[in-house]
């Protein structure tokens, strides 16, 4: 029997499953929402009903001052939506609360993984890899260049930096939900146990982060430091503060920043930063085609980033995908 | 190689001049020969492996990545080397430790292009990410880490406490890995012997001109003729042709070098003599018909027939012997009239001094010039001496006002470098007619600067917004956009659809608020050819 999957379509402003008539990931407001994570661009606000995990529903509440519609799921529940659709929530590996989202309709299942990555990260559990006909797949990092190395070697070369220069810092862009206190929480694990100073518009996530168990150690607020106490200490901001005015109170900061795009040296020299730190929280090239592998699905769909080279690799290895062209999807900070 | 690979990654990321400066003075330092005397000759350009060419490096990729993961990935990073760096497999088994910068050398040195397909993968094997980078651009030559070979010597004459002209000029007459330009610098051992070989004497250069008026008592004025600066220097019988950068391309106008009667060092400028590409009768052709003869490794009968070369004379630094570089422009100048007889005028002729009763009168012969060989004045200081470089007040240039058009955007391509995730190459064109009664738009000119950082972002947003069509890299725009394009001079070419080719295009304004359909018409540019 041919299959049409007739009942889940993408849309420009998202994934729509019709008989459910519920939007995932959707750009716009909607009258009910499966959202995959908390990023701006996957979480908007506005929506009449949001089902999310806890976390990804805390991440939204501190963004939009609101709960309103908000219906948590668990990882691995599975909940019943209107017109004969299932939807399990499946962890995705990218930040705290991230998931997969697996749609079942008449015997056919789809997987939207929002974003995902397989290496290890401290705050939150791994991607768990779900067999399934259609397989939605981001590709920010779809090209074969990118190969991102563990972030142990990185982080390496951030201590070794912070020691060569002591009586600088380094600050580090990190976007602010999730890379920052991914690295935060890596760097404790490696032993780092200095206060980590950080840009107030970092503090009240990682207290949330906290909230949920994952322990940061101690932070402080550049704001309430003085200059000579940051030397030789590291400085986490988000990545628009990294030139801005607010790094002059800083002793004499190396700049670097954590981010997957640093792996092309004039991307790092494109945003003035001394220490490219290659740490991302997206599935690499190798990590993207090992993954659609594994599961193995009858058709890719890929949602946004490189897909061009992604649609390359599928056509090459004889398997099915297609392009989607949602609007919406940033990449540019990560 | 491992330190070579920090400290071009270093270079990378790092922004000011004084940081830079101090990298490459500890490297220098703290490497011994000879491979602190490779890496020098790497950053300077300096080195050449005629096996190993960026060609080289997408033939051997193309063997191991599909052709179009290689496009969009080289497209993406902007650089062939860096994404062969990144792309490299990683190797199976044990492998060889990395080469040091001399091996590496050695290696590259002996490759020829039968071999080269299956040694530099060898090499590439033995190296990371960082190793495979820096070799490929030490391989290539073309290290665009934003070290200029100034920088680079500015650095060695920091790194051991020397005066910086001092380097310049021993510089020149030696090759890498330069052991006795170390063992002068860094042991105090005599100078190398430059004086009695053919080693070229870096350029005296001009500011623009930027005062609203200077007085002709103290400056004499000269035209500053369209071809391109040249040295030309013969000591002990031999005779060198060195370009504005140093480069010696004595072998692409042998015609000049054994024209030169006596030993001296001459600089000038050197033009293609011919009226066929307008110019005066027997006087010099516009740089159009100086461009056939540019780049060219060997040269063909034909060539030097349809094109021969001569130099117009500006200086003179050495003459039989004597070094007069610090004597004032004004005994210089007399100097040099007084060789004159002495060479052959089938090569060599003057540039003449242009006499003017005030500035004023200056400015309006400068206005009125119309040779299509002449680029604006030269303004120099009758008591400046010959110095290396661009001192102020002494010397400068007075360009002629350029030309403008507006034309509309209609293709656009992302940069390398710096530039590299930016649509920052923009094709535009001019009317083929009356574009409300169904005219189309032919392409005249490519241009890539002109424009702030902040335009750029601007440009690359309405070329992303406005794309009509993809070929490759390449984007096709709606024709909704106008830039004011200045340029030099404007000449027939065969080569491009429009018959037309602008010489040094670029973006003067960037006009938002013009409609495309009152940009100019191919005719308009056309009415401004000077041949």
């Not at chain 1, 009858?298 to 769909?301: D, F, G, L, Y």
């Not at chain 2, 001092?166 to 330009?181: C, I, Q, T």
């Given at each position: 029997?041919?299959?049409?999957?007739?009942?889940?379509?993408?849309?420009?402003?998202?994934?729509h499953?019709?008989?459910?008539?519920?939007?995932?990931?959707?750009s716009?407001?909607?009258?009910?929402?499966?959202?995959?994570?908390?990023?701006?661009?996957?979480?908007?606000?506005?929506?009449?009903?949001?089902?999310?995990t806890?976390?990804?529903?805390?991440?939204?509440?501190?963004?939009?001052?609101?709960?309103?519609?908000?219906?948590?799921?668990?990882?691995?529940?599975?909940i019943?939506?209107?017109?004969?659709?299932?939807?399990?929530?499946?962890?995705?590996?990218?930040?705290?609360?991230?998931?997969?989202i697996?749609l079942?309709?008449?015997g056919e299942?789809v997987?939207?993984?929002?974003?995902f990555?397989?290496?290890?990260?401290?705050?939150?559990?791994?991607?768990?890899?779900?067999?399934?006909?259609?397989?939605?797949?981001?590709?920010?990092?779809g090209?074969?260049?990118?190969?991102?190395p563990?972030?142990?070697?990185?982080?390496?070369?951030?201590?070794?930096r912070l020691?060569?220069?002591s009586?600088?810092?380094?600050?580090?862009?990190?976007y602010?939900?999730?890379?920052?206190?991914?690295?935060?929480a890596?760097?404790?694990?490696?032993?780092?146990?200095?206060?980590?100073?950080i840009h107030?518009?970092m503090?009240?996530?990682?207290?949330?982060?906290?909230?949920?168990?994952?322990?940061?150690?101690?932070?402080?607020?550049?704001?309430?430091?003085?200059?000579?106490?940051?030397?030789?200490?590291?400085?986490?901001?988000?990545?628009s503060?990294?030139?801005?005015?607010?790094?002059?109170?800083?002793?004499?900061?190396v700049?670097?920043?954590?981010?997957?795009w640093?792996q092309?040296?004039?991307?790092?020299?494109q945003?003035?930063?001394?220490?490219?730190?290659?740490?991302?929280?997206?599935?690499?090239?190798?990590?993207?085609?090992?993954?659609?592998?594994?599961?193995d699905p009858?058709?890719?769909?890929i949602t946004?980033?490189?897909?061009?080279?992604?649609?390359?690799?599928?056509?090459?290895?004889?398997?099915?995908?297609?392009?989607?062209?949602?609007?919406?999807?940033?990449?540019?900070?990560? | 190689?491992?330190?070579?690979a920090?400290?071009?990654?270093?270079?990378?990321?790092?922004?000011?001049r004084?940081?830079?400066?101090?990298?490459?003075?500890?490297?220098?330092?703290?490497?011994?020969?000879?491979d602190?005397?490779?890496?020098?000759?790497?950053?300077?350009?300096?080195?050449?492996?005629?096996?190993?060419?960026?060609s080289?490096?997408?033939?051997?990729?193309q063997?191991?990545?599909?052709?179009?993961?290689?496009?969009?990935?080289?497209?993406?990073?902007?650089?062939?080397?860096?994404?062969?760096s990144?792309?490299?497999?990683?190797?199976?088994?044990?492998?060889?430790?990395?080469?040091?910068?001399?091996?590496?050398v050695?290696?590259?040195?002996?490759?020829?292009?039968?071999?080269?397909?299956?040694d530099?993968?060898?090499?590439?094997?033995?190296?990371?990410?960082?190793?495979?980078?820096?070799?490929?651009?030490?391989?290539?030559?073309?290290m665009?880490?934003?070290v200029?070979?100034?920088?680079?010597?500015?650095?060695?004459?920091?790194?051991?406490a020397?005066?910086?002209e001092?380097?310049?000029?021993?510089?020149?007459?030696?090759?890498?890995?330069?052991?006795?330009?170390f063992?002068?610098?860094?042991?105090?051992?005599?100078?190398p012997?430059?004086?009695?070989?053919p080693?070229?004497?870096?350029f005296?250069?001009?500011?623009?001109?930027e005062?609203s008026?200077?007085?002709?008592?103290?400056?004499?004025?000269?035209?500053k003729?369209?071809?391109i600066r040249?040295?030309?220097?013969?000591?002990?019988?031999?005779?060198?042709?060195?370009?504005?950068?140093?480069?010696?391309?004595?072998?692409?106008?042998?015609?000049?070098?054994?024209?030169l009667?006596?030993?001296?060092?001459?600089?000038?400028?050197?033009?293609?003599?011919?009226?066929?590409?307008?110019?005066?009768?027997?006087?010099?052709?516009?740089?159009?018909?100086?461009?056939?003869?540019?780049?060219?490794?060997?040269?063909?009968?034909?060539?030097?027939?349809?094109?021969?070369a001569?130099?117009?004379?500006?200086?003179?630094?050495?003459?039989?012997?004597?070094?007069?570089?610090?004597?004032p422009?004004?005994?210089?100048?007399?100097?040099?009239e007084?060789?004159?007889?002495?060479?052959?005028?089938?090569?060599f002729?003057?540039?003449?001094i242009?006499?003017?009763?005030?500035?004023a009168a200056?400015a309006a012969?400068?206005?009125?010039?119309r040779?299509?060989?002449i680029?604006?004045?030269?303004?120099?200081?009758?008591?400046?001496p010959y110095?290396?470089g661009?001192?102020?007040?002494?010397?400068?240039?007075?360009?002629?006002?350029p030309?403008?058009?507006?034309?509309?955007?209609?293709?656009?391509?992302?940069?390398?470098?710096?530039?590299?995730?930016?649509?920052?190459?923009y094709?535009?064109?001019?009317?083929?007619?009356?574009?409300?009664?169904?005219?189309d738009?032919?392409?005249?000119?490519?241009?890539?600067?002109?424009?702030t950082?902040?335009?750029?972002?601007?440009l690359?947003?309405?070329v992303?917004?406005?794309?009509v069509?993809?070929f490759?890299?390449?984007?096709?725009?709606?024709r909704?956009?106008?830039?004011?394009?200045?340029?030099?001079?404007?000449h027939?070419?065969?080569?491009?659809k429009?018959?037309?080719?602008?010489?040094?295009?670029?973006?003067?304004r960037?006009?938002?608020?013009k409609p495309?359909?009152?940009?100019?018409?191919?005719?308009?540019?056309?009415?401004?050819?000077r041949?």
């Open positions: 029997m041919a299959r049409d999957f007739a009942w889940i379509r993408p849309e420009p402003h998202g994934i499953v019709a008989p459910a008539d519920i939007w995932i990931d959707p716009h407001p909607v009258p009910r929402a499966l959202v995959t994570h908390g990023h701006a661009d996957h979480a908007r606000g506005g929506h009449g009903e949001t089902i999310a806890a976390e990804t529903l805390a991440i939204m509440e501190l963004r939009y001052q609101t709960r309103e519609g908000a219906r948590p799921v668990q990882y691995g529940e599975t019943r939506l209107s017109g004969g659709v299932d939807a399990t929530f499946v962890p995705a590996g990218h930040v705290l609360g991230s998931a997969q697996l079942e309709h008449a299942r997987v939207v993984t929002g974003d990555k397989r290496q290890p990260d401290p705050t939150c559990p791994p991607f768990v890899t779900t067999s399934c006909d259609i397989f939605v797949t981001e590709a920010t990092f090209l074969p260049v990118f190969r991102h563990p972030i142990f070697t990185e982080l390496t070369r951030l201590i070794d020691h060569a220069d009586d600088r810092c380094v600050l580090v862009g990190a602010a939900l999730g890379k920052a206190q991914r690295v935060i890596e760097l404790r694990q490696i032993g780092h146990r200095d206060p980590i100073y107030g518009a503090e009240r996530m990682c207290q949330l982060y906290e909230e949920f168990g994952i322990e940061l150690g101690e932070l402080r607020l550049v704001s309430d430091a003085e200059k000579d106490a940051m030397r030789g200490a590291i400085v986490i901001c988000p990545p503060a990294l030139n801005d005015r607010w790094s002059r109170r800083l002793p004499d900061p700049t670097a920043m954590a981010s997957g640093m092309v040296r004039q991307r790092a020299r945003r003035n930063v001394e220490l490219p730190l290659i740490i991302s929280d997206h599935a690499d090239w190798d990590e993207l085609t090992a993954t659609i592998e594994e599961v009858a058709e890719t769909w946004h980033g490189r897909e061009e080279a992604l649609l390359r690799w599928h056509q090459l290895h004889q398997r099915r995908a297609r392009a989607l062209a949602l609007v919406g999807y940033e990449d540019e900070d990560d | 190689m491992e330190r070579f920090a400290l071009v990654d270093a270079l990378v990321y790092t922004r000011g004084n940081d830079k400066l101090r990298l490459i003075a500890r490297y220098l330092r703290d490497t011994l020969d000879p602190r005397g490779w890496a020098l000759a790497a950053l300077t350009g300096a080195l050449d492996f005629p096996a190993v060419k960026s080289t490096i997408r033939a051997m990729m063997q191991r990545v599909d052709p179009e993961l290689w496009a969009l990935s080289r497209d993406f990073v902007g650089d062939t080397a860096e994404t062969t990144l792309l490299w497999p990683a190797p199976d088994g044990e492998h060889d430790p990395p080469p040091t910068v001399s091996q590496a050695a290696l590259l040195s002996a490759m020829t292009r039968k071999s080269v397909q299956a530099l993968p060898q090499l590439l094997d033995r190296l990371d990410p960082s190793g495979r980078y820096a070799l490929l651009k030490l391989a290539t030559g073309a665009r880490i934003g200029s070979s100034r920088l680079a010597k500015v650095a060695f004459a920091q790194a051991f020397v005066p910086a001092e380097v310049e000029e021993h510089w020149h007459g030696l090759e890498a890995p330069y052991r006795e330009l063992a002068w610098a860094a042991e105090g051992a005599a100078p012997d430059t004086a009695s070989r080693t070229f004497r870096p005296m250069l001009a500011h623009p001109l005062e008026e200077i007085d002709l008592a103290d400056y004499a004025a000269e035209w003729w369209d071809g040249v040295e030309l220097v013969r000591v002990g019988g031999e005779t060198r042709l060195y370009s504005r950068s140093g480069d010696d391309i004595s072998a692409a106008f042998p015609e000049l070098t054994d024209v009667p006596i030993d001296a060092v001459l600089d000038g400028e050197l033009l293609v003599r011919g009226s066929h590409q307008g110019g005066e009768e027997g006087g010099a052709a516009s740089f159009n018909a100086l461009q056939q003869r540019l780049g060219r490794k060997t040269v063909s009968r034909k060539m030097l027939n349809e094109y021969p001569f130099i117009r004379l500006y200086d003179v630094l050495m003459a039989e012997g004597a070094d007069v570089r610090e004597l422009w004004s005994e210089r100048r007399t100097r040099l007084a060789l004159m007889p002495r060479l052959p005028d089938s090569h002729d003057i540039s003449e242009v006499s003017a009763p005030d500035f200056l012969i400068r206005e009125s010039a040779d299509a060989a680029e604006g004045l030269m303004l120099k200081r009758r008591d400046s110095v290396a661009r001192k102020t007040g002494l010397w400068y240039k007075w360009k002629r006002d030309l403008l058009i507006d034309c509309v955007l209609m293709y656009a391509q992302r940069g390398s470098g710096k530039r590299s995730s930016f649509y920052s190459d094709t535009f064109g001019c009317w083929n007619g009356d574009p409300d009664g169904g005219a738009l032919l392409p005249v000119g490519k241009a890539y600067s002109g424009f950082d902040a335009e750029l972002k601007k690359d947003r309405h992303r917004q406005h794309t069509n993809r490759g890299p390449v984007r096709e725009v709606d909704s956009l106008v830039f004011e394009v200045a340029f030099d001079s404007v027939a070419s065969k080569r491009h429009s018959g037309l080719a602008m010489r040094f295009p670029r973006i003067h960037i006009r938002w608020d495309p359909h009152e940009a100019d018409r191919i005719d308009t540019l056309r009415a401004l050819i041949d």
